[in-house]
Each structure stands twice: as C-alpha cells, then as structure tokens.
C-alpha cells in the first residue's frame, strides 16, 4: 500500500513563532487531508487539499501532487496549536490513509 | 448537521464480554469507515462501507470483530469476545465522495 510519511516526528515551539510540516507519499493520491488532534483526542478537520495552496487564518497548506508532497505552514503559533497533526492520503474507494503525525507543543 | 455521532464515548468492559460500538453518519453521507487507533499502530482502517454494503473489511484484525450497517444512518461495530489487546479508541468516519469528517471516537478499555 502506499507509504505517508511525516516529518518531523516532533516540534517544540515557543508560542510566536513560524513552522512547517511535511507529508511526503509514495504513490498518485486522489485526495489529501490535514487533521488536527487535539489533547482531547477529536479529529479536527484542518484543510482538504488534493493540490495547490489554501490558506484559514494562521494556517496554511501547499499540496504538490505531481511531487508528491503537501506542506503544512502554522505561522504566529499559539498553546491551542498543540496537539497531533495528521496528513491523510486518499488512493481508492475514498479510504484514507494516515501518516504518523507530528506532535507539536507549543510552549507559552 | 451534527457532524458523525458516536457512542458512547467511553466504554470499560471485562475481558470476554461483547461490546458494540455505535455511529451515525453525516446525513446524505454514502461512505461510512471504521477506523481504530493505538499508540503502537497509530490510525489503521477497519473496514469501510459505501450504500450500506461493505466494500473492504481487510483491515479488521480477526473474526471476533464484525461490522454493519443495516440502513443509511447507522452502523456498528462488535467485539465478540473482547480481549486488553482491543483497547484503543475507535473512530468512525463519513464522506459523500470528498472530505472526510470524523466523529469523536470510543475509547475503549478491556481489563
């Protein structure tokens, strides 16, 4: 099956400051999510972005099918930013399937 | 919408006892996933229906674990019998072709 990687595996921010977060995938993908888990453990819906760049508030996420990649970017980074990001990769039947996450703490 | 509804929230059971797991869609959602989490495999795909009929159940780990959906706004998924090795939490999911939306998940605990 097809391999999402995530990287990285952790970041430790102080709250202000810029990030980016990557999701490399090993095959042609439909779709592609980003998710939000937070320390309560609920999915949040981040962006969904099968290509190009989108843009909701301090978030922002550039997908590069044909290079098989999406980029992440938290700008300005808050304590509520903490929390598990997931990419998702969508190849058949509209199934997701899901990197590891990078866990972001983001310290005040 | 109410987004995906699951229940219930939380659920701490006995080894060898059932255990079902609950979820309503997103209305006019045809694609229903069962997902499961665990620190140790991360989210993993159980089994995913689309118009109720299941089309991929490669994922459910063994025959003790079944899953249905016997109309457009309701599915579940069983644990028969439940072993600690199920604990985890359970996520179901729905889509009508395009995003994905996940309800709060089940954390479940076999002592």
């Known amino acids: 099956g097809i391999q999402v990687e995530q990287s990285p595996p952790d970041l430790i921010l102080q709250e202000g400051a810029n990030s980016t977060l990557r999701c490399n995938f090993s095959d042609s993908v439909n779709n592609l999510q980003w998710f939000h888990q937070n320390p309560w453990g609920q999915l949040i819906n981040l962006f969904y972005i099968p290509s190009g760049t989108k843009q909701n508030g301090r978030l922002s996420a550039t997908t590069v099918a044909t290079e098989r990649y999406s980029l992440l970017y938290i700008s300005s980074s808050q304590t509520t930013d903490s929390g598990v990001y997931f990419c998702a990769v969508v190849t058949s039947g509209y199934k997701l399937s899901f990197g590891a996450g990078t866990t972001v703490t983001v310290r005040a | 919408d109410a987004g995906v509804i699951q229940s219930p929230r939380h659920e701490v059971t006995e080894m060898g006892q059932e255990v079902t797991l609950r979820c309503k869609p997103i209305?006019?959602?045809?694609?229903l996933f069962w997902y499961r989490q665990t620190m140790m495999r991360g989210l993993e795909l159980l089994i995913y229906?689309?118009?109720?009929?299941?089309?991929?159940d490669s994922g459910m780990p063994e025959d003790r674990f079944s899953a249905k959906m016997p109309n457009a706004s309701f599915s579940t998924l069983k644990i028969q019998p439940s072993e600690p090795r199920d604990s985890a939490v359970y996520f179901c999911a729905s889509t009508r072709g395009g995003e994905a939306f996940f309800g709060q998940g089940t954390r479940l605990t076999v002592v």
């Open positions: 209305s006019g959602h045809d694609y």
């Open positions: 229906f689309n118009n109720n009929v299941p089309i991929d």
